[in-house]
């Protein structure tokens, strides 16, 4: 197999615009984050191609992907985006300037309840900022802040890997929640031991919420696993709440995330007898890698 090699100098504008296109999977998206035409991505890519006699994008059915090579190239490109941004930092940073782009990761507490209102109030403060909010489970932030897609993550466990720094930043209580024509309605409480008979609407692997009630079952001495009849594992919040709204059983969610269910009367909060269901959510940074102003100054907005 004939290896690619370079026609001329390599072009980092062009490899800038296929690390977008390659991120966010299009063309038409890549275009709009870098303020050009679609026609003008389209022909960088084009022109990488060519310099390198071989294709770094495959588009089958209106999916956007890099070829082998394009994953090659595409690793590469992301340390340079990396090292830009943290360039960028540097001058902001001699300057004082608060300006660019905030790019944070947030699970899914954190990303869909609490970060948003927190991201206005900022950019009323700093207007030249622009966050870009990515969010996933618990999980996938820590991957993220690791990779270096975001800068900075807020999670709902502590994980050991040490090139990361996690930070208390807020409390979250979790309650057990219930429709409205589920017979536990009209209990005032349950015992630990009755969630067994509930069919239990479980978040997934990586979730901070499922971490967390493992880790508060596991210091009552039971097995998450032994204890709750998992009947259904739904990837989002919002998902186990329609579930819920639908009579499918019960969970164990964030309040913050239910509160407008419960004010409407959709879902109730059933308490569990000697069972405190509160845990943290973390700020999570790298250790290695310098915050830009923008992020150290969102760290200090939120504090």
Known sequence: MAMAKVKGELDLRK????????????????????????????????????????????????????????????????????????TLAAVDAFQGTVRGDLLIGGSNIPGEYILPGKLAAFIAKFP????????????????????????????????????????????????????RNHPWHRLRSINLKDLHEGRFISREGGSGTLRSLQRLLARKGYVTGKLLNVTMELGSTEAVKEALIGAAGVSILSRTAVEREIRQGLLKVVPIRGLKLERDFYRIHHRHRPLSPVSQAFIRFIR
């Open 15 to 86: 490899l800038e615009v296929f690390y977008w296109v390659a991120e966010l999977k299009s063309f038409s998206l890549a275009a709009r984050h870098l303020a050009l035409r679609q026609p003008t991505v389209s022909a960088h890519i084009r022109e990488l191609e060519e310099s390198f006699g071989a294709k770094i994008l495959s588009r089958v059915g209106g999916a956007v992907a890099p070829t082998p090579l394009g994953r090659v190239l595409f690793e590469r490109a992301k340390a340079l985006q990396i090292q830009k941004r943290e």
């Open 128 to 179: 030249e900022v622009k966050p870009i909010l990515r969010i996933a489970d618990s999980a996938g932030i820590v991957e993220m802040v690791l990779g270096g897609d975001v800068e900075l993550g807020f999670v709902g466990f502590k994980g050991d890997d040490r090139r990361l720094a996690f930070q208390k930043i807020w409390k979250d209580r979790m309650v057990l929640v219930v429709p």
